[in-house]
């Protein structure tokens, strides 16, 4: 599952609005002494097979379902089974026998499980098969979602009458963690594994999807269509699934397999932009693992109100819309969120679906490989310097928020499974990932990847027996490694320092762990580069403080510590600017070039650092071109004079269109005499970007003609370009344009809302229209509650106390009213 897009988008945009620091803590953490020790789960019936038949009522929301369950003990002899059932109707349990159903006795505890009492005591060499007959009710269970997964009842009926405008009606499943149990009475535990027939009786006008491979289609005499999908390889309860909608399929192939793309019929054109690298991405991972794509075939589906990001059902992965975007939209995408998802989504149905992890506790080797995986692809397709900006942003993520040190990668103590879903499991554990193959070298690591995968296929796995496959491949022990980084929590803080000796013709390097507690191992390398040479030396650090000394003819350059930029810690490097200038040009990593920049930044009165930023805004990868244009100090007049021609020719030709964007922002501000011209020539860009830079720019020197322009645009725009008309329009415009900015805002996904909601408000205190100071008020609460799991209701809160004293200074009462109202209902919401 791809979570970030929720917890880590949501907070890096309200960041980026500006609404306040309190954005950067996670949700709220749960207290170290209630956490609960959380055993792998015994296992005392094993699922074999899960036969369904279900049916659809759109009116009603319910799911009618028929089950059979083929199962066998686990090894003890039983006379009892217990399935999980959430908030269902059972109207009949049965054992099947020679083809009858003989009832069985059974009790339903808190409409959460059945325990059943089966007609005879088996054995773990016998199965037997029970039928259900039951009734699926998701919108009337009450279920807790998390920060991961925003909702829990398993079953989702999109827009079912139709009633809501512009939105299709559709029905999908959601079951991690464990809310497969919604639909159809399971083990819903991870480390059950059973095969399964899915028939689905729908209105014939939709298309279905299901896991494994569509068996049969039967068209009823009713007007409805019955499909049969089978997964006939074992997999987890929690990866079923099933969508049902108006979905156009492109097909496309990898190998002999199938590869199916799932879109809503306006984006069915940008299908294989979307998605059109899937077949190299499963050919890029089948040979770098040695274990071929495992399943029949490949599809996804991107769904509506998705309550997550993605989630790797098996041979069936379904996305947040987010990733279904337009040709203008992918223009300025690269390896956005999308793209990265759909390559974690995929890595999955290795790690995840073909071995899973045994239980919560050792999420880590489904989503930490995932998480891995984005870096892994984008360094293969997009190269080195984008796998590095990938992995670091991923870092800072995770040492973002102080309670991640606090936490084991394998977490047996928690208080509920689905706190296990974080910044630990995810970006640290990719970033442990990364260290384990920088130290094992990259053939031993896969070696290791794919022994673990044949020995564990179609099983559950845990750490360790990730630990012993890698020392089967290496031959190497790493019981310190895991212990330290799988089993301990937190990370170093390492501070750096050095001191040359000329007498001596010896370097020394002070290396100092500062963090609380234990020491950590840091195997590294430490380049030293001298006389325009540059040598490696291999070392670890073992201690808390550790002395280094190197011989060298002449005083270094540059002493570069963790020359391969791999190691998960916070640094705190004593270099001098000279040598962070020597190390920008010299060094050749995206982390050797970030740090140089961010030490230059604020430094530019010096002239090596001016020459840093002035040749970063020619730099390799666009990341750090846009970091450097953004960082320019342009009130000074040396670096003014000498990167304004850089930038003219940056936002006129970059082969970037997010540099070129920049870099018309920074024009823009300038207000320069002459740019006119550029910013009504890249108003005619196809890039959405680029627009929404361009008429920024615009409205800072001719207001009225950047109004009639974005008015121009109200018929297509998206992104960049929509938030620039907003802020035109907040800026600019009244009660006219209110209109649209409304629509704007409430029709937005969690990306959009939150990049637009600081002008939104602002537009909100303005409009002279008390009605649509209300709509504006009501949308912001509604907001803050759906996200208050998050930490929004806090400076949402205080945008609305602000809008309330613009409306009070106007005389708008019954707004500064709705806003106490609004504030209340955000209180009083749990």
Not at 640 to 653: H, K, T, V
Not at 659 to 664: K, L
Request: with cysteine.
């Amino acid at each position: 599952m791809k979570k970030t897009t929720l917890t880590g988008l949501i907070m890096g945009m309200v960041i980026a609005a500006g609404i306040g620091p309190v954005m950067a803590q996670s949700p709220k953490a749960e207290s170290p002494e209630m956490k609960i020790y959380r055993a792998t789960p015994t296992r005392i019936n094993d699922l074999v097979h899960t036969k369904l038949a279900v049916r659809f009522d759109y009116k009603k929301c319910y799911l009618y379902g028929k089950e059979w369950v083929t199962l066998k003990p686990h090894f003890y002899p039983t006379d009892s089974l217990r399935l999980d059932a959430k908030g269902m109707d059972i109207k009949n349990i049965s054992i099947v026998k020679n083809g009858k159903n003989i009832p069985l006795k059974y009790k339903y505890q808190d409409s959460l499980s059945l325990a059943i009492t089966l007609d005879k005591t088996y054995h773990n060499n016998e199965s037997y098969t029970v039928y259900i007959d039951y009734t699926s009710k998701p919108n009337e269970l009450h279920a807790k979602g998390s920060a991961a997964i925003n909702d829990a009842k398993g079953l989702y009926f999109i827009n079912p009458d139709g009633s809501e405008k512009d939105k299709p009606t559709q029905i999908w499943t959601q079951g991690e963690t464990e809310s497969s149990s919604c639909w159809f009475p399971t083990i819903d535990k991870t480390e059950q594994k059973t095969t399964d027939e899915i028939a689905m009786t729908v209105p014939a006008k939709y298309v279905t999807l299901s896991n494994g491979r569509l068996a049969s289609q039967k068209v009823n005499g009713d007007g409805t269509r019955t499909d049969v999908w089978k997964q006939e390889l074992p997999h987890s309860p929690y990866l079923f699934m099933m969508a049902v909608g108006d979905f156009k399929i492109y097909k496309d192939k990898w190998r002999n397999k199938e590869v199916n793309y799932y879109l809503e019929p306006k984006y069915a054109p940008y299908a294989k932009e979307i998605f059109g690298q899937t077949p190299e991405l499963i050919e890029f991972y089948s040979k770098t693992l040695g274990v071929d794509y495992p399943w029949y075939k490949y599809s996804q589906i991107v769904v509506r109100d998705y309550v997550s990001g993605a989630m790797e059902n098996t041979s069936a992965t379904l996305h947040g819309e987010y990733v279904q975007l337009t040709h203008r939209e992918l223009i300025d995408a690269y390896y956005d969120a999308g793209r990265s998802t759909i390559a974690h989504e995929l890595f999955h149905q290795w790690f995840g679906d073909l071995v899973t992890a045994e239980s919560w506790s050792n999420l880590t080797v489904n989503e930490s490989f995932a998480d891995f995986s984005e870096m892994l692809w984008a360094e293969h397709k997009y190269g080195q310097d984008e796998a590095d900006a990938h992995s670091y942003t991923a870092m800072q993520s995770y040492l973002a928020n102080p309670t991640n040190k606090t936490k084991d990668l394998v977490r047996f103590h928690y208080n509920d499974k689905e706190d296990v879903f974080d910044a630990v499991t995810y970006q640290k554990g990719g970033r442990v990932l990364n260290m384990l193959r920088n130290y094992l070298g990259k053939d031993a690591f896969y070696k290791g990847l794919h022994i673990y995968l044949k020995t564990n296929a179609f099983k559950a796995g845990e750490a360790q027996q990730l630990r012993l496959a890698l020392e089967e491949a290496s031959g190497r022990d790493l019981n310190w490694f895991f212990n330290q980084w799988y089993y301990g929590p937190g990370n170093p803080k390492l501070k750096i320092s050095y001191k040359w000796d000329d007498a001596a013709k010896k370097e020394t390097v002070y290396l100092e762990q500062t963090q609380d507690g234990k020491a950590f191992i840091l195997p590294m390398a430490i380049d030293i580069y001298a006389g325009g040479k540059k040598v490696r030396h291999q070392v670890w650090m073992n201690d808390k403080a550790d002395t280094l000394t190197f011989a060298s003819a002449v005083k270094p350059d540059l002493v570069n510590v963790d020359g391969d930029k791999v190691l998960l810690a916070e640094k705190r490097d004593m270099k001098t600017l000279d040598e962070y200038v020597f190390q920008y040009f010299n060094a050749p990593l995206y982390l050797d070039r970030l740090e140089a920049i961010d030490k230059a930044t604020p430094e530019q009165g010096d002239a090596g650092a001016r020459k840093v930023m002035l040749a970063a805004l020619k730099d390799k990868y666009y990341g750090l071109r846009i970091k450097a244009i953004q960082g320019l100090n342009m009130s000074s007049d040396d670096v003014r004079n000498a990167a304004q021609p850089i930038l003219l020719s940056l936002a006129q030709n970059d082969v970037n269109t997010l540099v070129r964007a920049a870099a018309i922002t920074v024009l823009g501000k300038l207000k320069a005499p002459g740019m006119l011209g550029v910013f009504n020539e890249a108003l005619k860009s196809q890039s959405y970007a680029i627009q929404g830079a361009a008429l920024s720019a615009l409205a800072l020197q001719e207001p009225q003609a950047a109004l009639t322009q974005a008015k121009a645009f109200e018929k297509d725009n998206k992104g960049a370009l929509t938030l620039a008309i907003i802020h035109v329009y907040a800026t600019n415009g009244g009660d006219a344009e209110w209109p649209f900015v409304y629509k704007q805002f409430t029709n937005a996904e969690i990306q959009g809302k939150f990049s637009m909601i600081r002008t939104f408000a602002a537009m909100t205190g303005a409009v002279k229209s008390p009605a649509y100071a209300q709509q504006g008020i009501n949308a912001i609460k509604e907001t803050a509650i759906k996200y208050k799991m998050y930490g929004v209701a806090a400076p949402l809160t205080a945008m609305l106390q602000d809008i309330k004293t613009k409306r009070t200074a106007i005389g708008d009462t019954a707004s500064a009213n709705t806003v106490d109202t609004a504030v209340e209902e955000i209180n009083k919401d749990k």
